[in-house]
Structures are given as C-alpha cells and as structure tokens.
C-alpha cells in the first residue's frame, strides 16, 4: 500500500455496492437516492454560451477572464449581500471538491497543524487534511456556534476550520448570529475560515446567509473565504464551474500557486459561467422542481415511519427509523430505493440515512409509490 493511500480512509462508496444491486434488481428498476448528482437538462443559455466560446485554442487563465471576474463579484453582491468586493476577492476554481481536497496542502499545512470541520460532514474536508499530513479534528456546531468560545475545540494548532451551512448532509443552517460568533472566534485566534456554502441558494424552510455578509464580516474579509458551486443551483456538475470569494490575502496566494499547478477552468467553461451567474430565472425554475419532489419525498418517508431532522435546506433528507444506518441501506434497498448510510459523513450520522431528492420526477413518483 502506499504511503499517500495509507493515510487516506476507504472510499465510502465502494461500500455502496451491493446494496447497489440489491436496488436495481427490483422490477421496476434502481430508485437511487444516494448520490446529489443533478439529472435535469443544463439550462439552454449556459450551454449556448459554452458552444459559443467552444473555439478556444488558447490556454486560460488561472484568475479567469474579467468578464468572468464581474460576473462572481455582482453575483456575490446581489446575491450574498456582499459589500466592496473586488476582482481581488475572487478566484475560479475546477469544481468545489478539487478545492476542498487540496486547499490544505496549497495553503502549506503540515504535520502539527489542525484543521477542523463538523462531526458530521462532506467526507473530503478530512481527507483534505490527510493528504497534506496534517491533523484532522471534529467539532460540534451546536455547542460552538451557541457558546462563541470553542467549546469543544482547542485553538492551539489549529489553522483552517471549515463551516458548511447549509449542511451537507443533514440541510442544517446556520443562523446569522450563530455565523457572526464563529467567526469572531477564529479571529481572536488567528484562525482562517473557508464555509462551504454551496447549497446556499437552496433553502427550504430557512434562509442560509454567507459569511460574506456584512453582519456576519463586519464589512471585511479578514480571515474568510467563501466556497461556491453551479453544480446544484444550474445543473453543472459535469462542467466543474465552481469560485471561492473572500480574503484577498488568501485569495493572492492560491492564485499564485495554482498558477504554477495549471490549475485552469477551460475557457468554455468560464464563458458558460458567466451566463449562469447572470440569470436567476433558471435557478427559480430548477428549484420549484427540487421543492416539488422534497414535498413528495418527505410526506412518503414520514408517512412510512421515518423520522426527519433539520433538512431545511440542501439537497438532502436527513431521516432515520432509530436504527442502525444500513439496516436501513438494506431495508431500502429491498424496496429497489438507494440511499446513503450516515456513517459516511461520521459516526454521528450511524443511525440516519441521507436521502437525495436529486433523481427525475419520474424516479421520485416511483420511491413514492414504493413508500406507499
């Protein structure tokens, strides 16, 4: 084995497999709710953007254009409420999870630094830290966020935390006064902040703020960095368009090294980019399809006995029947229905499964009917 797979856990969902199967036997075929993959058409716009700018011989850059820099930073002001946010406050980047995975080697952390995320939490902000072989560790939102002092989180080694509101995978959202604390926190201890906050315009009985925010910031980006996506809110996951916005210090830095890593979006990308972040019709209509089929999803798994928790904004259910997680996988599964098991976002999560509403409303009426 080698040293860099030595370090990294398994990857969960190769554990999926069987029950994969399982699944797909039923007669009617896989329902698979496991993964939040987008499965709608990409909106006709972006991808005539994307065609037009397919004669693209030249190399990129890593920054992006200008144009693509103006359209993150009105983006960020209209939509994140963001305040005085310059092109030196931006950065594209080739899909969120290549960020997460190797922002703490391309920040230079190392053996004897920290970097903590929620107990339960996207699997790829611990092995982020793994790969640069530094520590990771495990806080609780809850009694952070409520206390503004650390509880449960020593500050001495620590160099990165991350913050994911709303939450993959339980949908939870953090409060304004809750993010303001937090921040104010690793400010104190000199500690820099990156919230992924990718599911952002996707709230459902909460309205999710940035930390980008002036309440939040309090009109600087000293020491944050939000993490954006297209992936969900335009169906872009198979275009990798994705930005980080905050600390231009930071920002300075990544961009310096990911030029020499050639670290580029391609140009048809950054032109499809700039279409998506300009139209927020397409978004309200993508997002009255994943209301309609949380609706269904959440009244049959209810109706059948799950027990729902925070999910009040994401991609995602957050359900349990009080029992061990893939019992659950398994039960499901038997059903022809796929879902993740919650120990795959940690040992917190071992009594839940997470249940994406992510597949077609064809696919969704017939979890429906099977629940029923």
Same mark, same amino acid.
């Given at each position: 084995?080698?040293?860099?797979?030595?370090?990294?856990?398994?990857?969960?969902?190769?554990?999926?497999?069987?029950?994969? /199967?399982?699944?797909?036997?039923?007669?009617?075929?896989?329902?698979?709710?496991?993964?939040?993959?987008?499965?709608?058409?990409?909106?006709?716009?972006?991808?005539?953007?994307?065609?037009?700018?397919?004669?693209?011989?030249?190399?990129?850059?890593?920054?992006?254009?200008? %144009?693509?820099?103006?359209?993150?930073?009105?983006?960020?002001?209209?939509?994140?409420?963001?305040?005085?946010?310059?092109?030196?406050?931006?950065?594209?980047?080739?899909?969120?999870?290549?960020?997460?995975?190797?922002?703490?080697?391309?920040?230079?952390?190392?053996?004897?630094?920290?970097?903590?995320?929620?107990?339960?939490?996207?699997?790829?902000?611990?092995?982020?830290?793994?790969?640069?072989?530094?520590?990771?560790?495990?806080?609780?939102?809850?009694?952070?966020?409520?206390?503004?002092?650390?509880?449960?989180?020593?500050?001495?080694?620590?160099?990165?935390?991350?913050?994911?509101?709303?939450?993959?995978?339980?949908?939870?959202?953090?409060?304004?006064?809750?993010?303001?604390?937090?921040?104010?926190?690793?400010?104190?201890?000199?500690?820099?902040?990156?919230?992924?906050?990718?599911?952002?315009?996707? @709230?459902?009985?909460?309205?999710?703020?940035?930390?980008?925010?002036?309440?939040?910031? @309090?009109?600087?980006?000293?020491?944050?960095?939000?993490?954006?996506?297209?992936? /969900?809110?335009?169906?872009?996951?198979?275009?990798?368009?994705?930005?980080?916005?905050?600390?231009?210090?930071? $920002?300075?830095?990544?961009?310096?090294?990911? /030029?020499?890593?050639?670290?580029?979006?391609?140009?048809?990308?950054?032109?499809?980019?700039?279409?998506?972040?300009?139209?927020?019709?397409?978004?309200?209509?993508?997002?009255?399809?994943? %209301?309609?089929?949380?609706?269904?999803?959440?009244?049959?798994?209810?109706?059948?006995?799950?027990?729902?928790?925070?999910?009040?904004?994401? $991609?995602?259910?957050?359900?349990?029947?009080?029992?061990?997680?893939?019992?659950?996988?398994?039960?499901? %599964?038997?059903?022809?229905?796929?879902?993740?098991?919650?120990?795959?976002?940690?040992?917190?999560?071992?009594?839940?499964?997470?249940?994406?509403?992510? %597949?077609?409303?064809?696919?969704?009426?017939?979890?429906? /009917?099977?629940?029923?």
């Amino acid at each position: 084995m080698s040293a860099v797979s030595s370090r990294l856990p398994v990857f969960p969902w190769d554990k999926l497999e069987p029950y994969k /199967k399982t699944a797909a036997e039923h007669p009617d075929g896989i329902v698979d709710l496991s993964v939040g993959t987008p499965v709608d058409p990409v909106p006709e716009l972006i991808r005539r953007a994307l065609v037009d700018a397919a004669d693209s011989p030249g190399y990129p850059t890593v920054w992006g254009t200008a %144009a693509l820099r103006d359209a993150i930073t009105g983006w960020c002001e209209r939509r994140l409420g963001a305040r005085g946010i310059a092109h030196e406050n931006v950065l594209p980047v080739v899909g969120s999870k290549e960020l997460v995975a190797w922002l703490p080697t391309q920040l230079g952390l190392g053996p004897g630094d920290k970097v903590a995320h929620p107990r339960l939490a996207y699997p790829t902000y611990e092995v982020g830290a793994r790969l640069a072989q530094a520590t990771p560790v495990v806080y609780d939102t809850e009694t952070f966020a409520a206390a503004g002092t650390g509880t449960g989180l020593d500050p001495a080694g620590l160099k990165l935390l991350w913050l994911n509101s709303p939450s993959n995978p339980t949908g939870k959202v953090l409060a304004k006064d809750e993010l303001t604390r937090i921040v104010a926190w690793a400010r104190e201890h000199g500690v820099l902040v990156f919230s992924d906050e990718c599911y952002l315009e996707l @709230g459902w009985e909460a309205d999710p703020v940035s930390v980008l925010h002036p309440d939040v910031c @309090g009109g600087t980006y000293e020491g944050i960095v939000a993490v954006h996506s297209l992936s /969900k809110r335009s169906n872009l996951a198979g275009y990798r368009a994705a930005f980080v916005a905050g600390d231009a210090a930071v $920002l300075g830095e990544l961009l310096r090294i990911r /030029k020499h890593g050639g670290m580029m979006t391609p140009a048809p990308v950054q032109a499809a980019t700039v279409a998506a972040l300009g139209d927020d019709t397409h978004v309200r209509e993508q997002r009255e399809r994943y %209301a309609a089929r949380r609706s269904a999803l959440r009244a049959a798994l209810v109706a059948h006995g799950f027990r729902i928790e925070h999910s009040e904004a994401s $991609l995602y259910l957050w359900a349990t029947r009080d029992e061990p997680c893939w019992d659950t996988v398994g039960y499901l %599964a038997g059903l022809g229905i796929l879902a993740a098991p919650g120990d795959f976002y940690g040992p917190a999560g071992e009594r839940f499964v997470r249940v994406a509403f992510t %597949a077609t409303d064809e696919r969704v009426a017939a979890a429906v /009917k099977r629940l029923g």
